[in-house]
DNA sequence: ACATTAAGTGATT
DNA sequence: AATCACTTAATGT
């Protein structure tokens, strides 16, 4: 049998079809992006990109081509220090965020500096870059959008920051795990204490004896890749 | 039933 | 709090 070759339909330019999902979102998640035209803008160029859980989104040394606009799921941003493989959790980045890393990133044109993962299943917007720019003069509310995440995004690190330097071990354990039930939205988190070890820099054994303390004291309760916050 | 992986324990530094 | 050297428990094949 023969199939026929499909020739290419020339697009207009000047008609860029927009997707409507993409609106709505944008309406949905991102109120402050309010301005009509730059919703169109995004549902012309934006492109919707779904995560399954546990798949890496971007890796270190990667050129950054979009920035992402999440609207569902949770992605977790790690950054690796070279010398001996040890990962920092930065933080997790939820619906309606965005990654300020991937902001600098791109407008300095740089490799990426981190890994990101989807937590859960996750879709998001991706903006290519070259618009990231464009934007930021065009649209006040897209300029505002940008500064305010840098703004959070600062605060945020910097609690991370104090709590590894100030905090002990029992505290960093039990705000990890309200930070994930939070992305979540359950208070059941799946998960190895391999894992939170390695997202706290701390050793499989201590996590799963601070754990235990926990759940002694009726905070939680464990089971196998299973922890539920009570 | 057996192998593999996760979690628990105690001793040592 | 980390590391080691196990043990025990849960799961996959």
């Known amino acids: 049998m023969s199939i026929p070759i499909k020739t290419v339909v020339p697009r207009q330019i000047d008609t860029i079809k927009m997707n409507p999902e993409i609106i709505s979102l944008v309406k949905e998640y991102f109120t402050e992006l309010s301005e009509p035209s730059l919703q169109e803008e ?3 160029v934006g492109v919707i990109r779904e995560f399954k859980e546990g798949e890496i989104i971007m890796n270190f040394g990667s050129f950054v081509t979009a920035v992402p606009l999440v609207v569902k799921g949770s992605i977790k941003v790690v950054r690796e220090e070279e010398e001996d493989n040890k990962e920092v959790l930065l933080y997790f980045l939820n ?17 990426s500096d981190i890994r990101t993962t989807a937590e859960d299943d996750s879709k998001i917007i991706a ?3 070259k618009h990231v720019n464009d934007w930021m003069s065009k649209y006040p509310s897209w300029r505002n959008f940008v ?25 960093r354990l039990w705000e990890y795990l309200l930070k994930r ?10 998960s190895t204490h391999q894992t939170i070890a390695n997202d706290l820099n701390a050793s499989r054994e201590a996590i799963s004896r601070l754990l235990k303390q926990l759940e002694k004291k009726g905070a939680i309760s464990l089971e196998r890749n299973k922890i539920v916050l009570l």
Do not use: W
């Open 127 to 129: 903006i290519p870059i």
């Open 95 to 111: 619906a309606g965020e965005t990654c300020s890393m991937s902001f600098s990133c791109c407008m300095m044109d740089k490799r």
């Open 42 to 44: 995004i549902a012309k």
């Open 181 to 190: 039930s939070k992305a979540h939205h359950s208070n059941i988190i799946h």
């Open 147 to 171: 500064m305010r995440s840098y703004d959070s995004r600062m605060q945020e690190l910097v609690k991370t920051l104090d709590s590894i330097a100030f905090k002990k071990m029992d505290e």
